[in-house]
């Protein structure tokens, strides 16, 4: 029985989403710009998902890398998305099915 959120599941659904409309990067960008000039404490992190996302938005092969972080289910990429920047990419009904797994497992 689970006891938390599936966050790789959700992180899996934001990569869908980024595959689908790659013109959701941008979303991505606008945290860093926003989460930085409120102080964020974790800049290089945030520095590192921009150019990621930068390059994404270049090359099919960075856009697959960027991907394969948001799905793959290891603990380095586990670590890499506690700093993903794609807030507000899923909208409550994309959530809400996340919510309810975590409510029924309590």
């Known amino acids: 029985m689970k006891d938390r ?3 790789l599941g959700m992180d899996r659904l934001i990569a869908d989403k980024i595959e689908n409309d ?3 990067l941008n ?3 606008q945290n860093i710009d926003r989460w ?3 102080g964020a404490t974790q800049v290089h992190r945030l520095e590192q998902w921009r150019t990621w996302i930068l390059e994404a938005q270049k090359t099919p092969e960075a856009m697959e890398h ?3 972080i948001l ?3 290891s603990e380095q990429a586990s670590h890499l998305r506690d700093f993903a920047p794609f807030d507000g990419i899923l909208s ?3 959530r809400r099915p996340f919510l309810l797994e975590c409510a029924f497992s309590h």
Do not use: C, F, H, Y
């Open 5 to 7: 959120l599936d966050v």
């Open 92 to 94: 409550a009904q994309d």
């Open 27 to 29: 979303i991505g960008l």
């Open 71 to 73: 799905r793959e289910d």
């Open 36 to 38: 930085i000039a409120n």
């Open 66 to 68: 960027l991907l394969s």
């Open 22 to 24: 790659p013109a959701l």
